[in-house]
């Protein structure tokens, strides 16, 4: 079995200090730091094979992380300091340059949205700016600096997820082992050559902080804590806390690039240990996999952010430890990396293809399963939106899936 039962305070306590101070703690450590405890089901769900994916592999640098998409390339941060630039063209990415970076790591990674620039957690107290141009010609100087400040605050660090507001003016990191979400000027920094800090302060969060999402108007943040901080929860809960149960925050972005401290403007329950987030097209529906209960749960943003009683829409249930996660198709469904990253008995990788409607309806909503690698990690959409980019952490490979069904397609 891989999950403990946890019933003294005590360790409670001493379960809870070892997320915060795990490396990668959304699962990079191989053996896990801890279990969840009573209440996070360990039920899995499961779909046909969808043979029309025809998933592809590339190797890329031992434990990749962080994946990002331009048209016509691809990149990959791994967790030995290294971003991987593949050409991709035709859904067939191939390695044509090696870039290293400053930091101990390349974490999560997040590519500005007029394409200009990389943002990668660098698994310290910062993130790594590079110059995407720069970085496609093999270009050595192509990391042009990294965003700093935490350490002169007295603050801890794990960096391992990053998002960018919608004006490319600010970049927020999410920091593990600090219960905190670093906010810096961007902007600021890549104007005055990384001379000066570019840091603005913090938003307050649930301890473990992974997963960052802004919203498709650019007004909202959305972050997931893998353990809820109890004070902070907001609205009903649809069940008790246990030492597991992590949060959902919704976050004013204008706030945050000035006022960090006071820019969470709700967070609510959102099962045992959420580590990643995604928003709909529309902006609607906020989509969170929560590993240790192996569940799909979206809520309404509408709903989150105006502290309604219920803002849960669905739950459904998906693979074993969930951990990627996108919403694809136009909006129509979500994929969901099925990680397997504790080797569960019986269990394996793959990713799981939700329709959307269906989900929302509480309709049987698995479309099927698509072949991964060993424990799939982040995720990002081509610029196009047919093809998936998924980075298998363990089998050290970056996987190009087909997430729109054209024989279906042409069929209706």
Known sequence: MRRWILT????????????????????????????????????????????WANPTFTTVGAGPFGVAAARGY????????KLDVLADHDSAPHLIHTVPLPGPAGLGMTITQDGRY???????????????????????HAVLGTLRGRSAQG??????????S?????????????????????????????????????????LA??????????????????????????????????????????ISVGAAEHHPARSVIATVSAGCSPVRVAVSPSGNQVWVDARESDELLAFSSARLRSHANDPELAIVRVGEAPVGLA?????????????????????????????????????????????????????ALEPAGTVLLVSNFGSGTLEAVHVVDHAQESHH
């Open 8 to 51: 003294s305070p005590l360790i409670v306590l001493a379960v809870t200090l070892a997320v915060a101070a795990s490396t990668y703690g959304d699962g990079s450590s191989g053996t896990p730091a801890v279990q969840p405890a009573p209440g996070c089901s360990i039920a899995t769900a499961s779909g046909p094979n969808l043979g």
């Open 74 to 81: 691809a990149f990959v941060a791994n967790a030995a300091g």
């Open 118 to 140: 990389l943002v990668i957690a660098d698994g310290g107290d910062g993130a790594d700016v590079v110059d995407v141009a720069m970085a496609e010609a093999g270009d050595a």
């Open 155 to 164: 603050a801890g660090g794990g960096a391992i997820e990053t998002a960018v």
């Open 166 to 206: 919608r004006d490319g003016r600010y970049a927020f990191v999410s920091l593990e082992d600090s219960a905190e979400v670093a906010v810096y000027n961007l902007a600021s920094a890549i104007a005055d050559h990384f001379d000066k800090s570019s840091y603005v302060g913090a938003i307050p969060t649930g």
């Open 209 to 250: 902080p992974v997963g960052l999402a802004v919203s498709p108007n650019g007004r909202w943040l959305y972050s997931t804590s893998e353990i809820a901080g109890r004070s902070t929860i907001t609205g009903r809960i649809r069940r008790r806390l246990t030492a597991r149960d992590g949060s959902l925050s919704a």
């Open 327 to 379: 919403v694809v198709d136009g909006g129509s469904r979500v994929i969901v990396a099925d990680s397997n990253r504790f080797d569960a008995a019986g269990e394996h990788a793959a990713l799981t293809l939700v329709n959307i409607g269906a989900a929302l309806a509480h309709r049987a909503a698995i479309v099927g399963t698509i072949r991964a690698g060993l424990f799939p990690r982040d995720m």
